[in-house]
């Protein structure tokens, strides 16, 4: 005796039972094609998921370190820099920018004062204090030695959520 997974239709008549078991099949089939799309959406789900832990743990093992800028000539401190710095303040600008929207650097900036004791800041979040010396070093105006840096490990006290500390939530 062999089993048909379809139901057999009833020869005697009865529409009631014959559509009963016609809308069945038919709800069989579209659970058939549901059944792989929500396990493929699940799989993408976890996928994200997985992909946002991996980020928060890197995350967390990182610190933060501040960058201590100051110019090498008084002069760029006082007057600015100069039409020819031009390109490469552009360059630094854009340098930060990238910084900031990989969530690197937290914050970036000078001051606005123009002398002698004129100086910026970047406090980014690196695994290590020569990773952290390295993305400094990078910056272009330090490059093109227009600026000097000193890094120093950091710790914040208040900022949002725990960027402060260089933890994320």
């Given amino acids: 005796m062999s089993i048909s997974r379809f139901p057999i239709r009833r020869k005697d008549g009865n529409e009631a039972y014959n559509r009963r078991i016609t809308n069945r099949t038919e709800e069989e089939q579209i659970m058939n094609k549901r059944i792989p799309l929500a396990l493929a959406l699940i799989a993408l789900i976890l996928a994200g998921l997985t992909a946002a832990v991996s980020v928060t743990r890197a995350q967390q093992k990182q610190t933060l370190f501040i960058g201590l800028f100051k110019a090498k000539n008084p002069e760029f401190a006082k007057k600015g820099p100069r039409p020819e710095d031009m390109p490469v303040v552009r360059e630094h600008l854009e340098y930060f920018q990238k910084l900031s929207a990989d969530g690197v650097s937290l914050v970036a900036g000078h001051t606005l004062n123009h002398d002698e004791s004129a100086f910026g ?44 500390s260089g933890r994320q939530p």
């Avoid at 390295?134 to 208040?158: H, S, Y």
């Fill in 121 to 164: 800041i970047a406090i980014v979040r690196a695994d290590s204090e020569s990773a952290a010396r390295k993305i400094m070093d990078e910056v272009p105006l330090v490059r093109a030695g227009l600026l000097t840096v000193t890094v120093f490990p950091f710790e914040g006290l208040i900022g949002k959520g725990d960027a402060a």
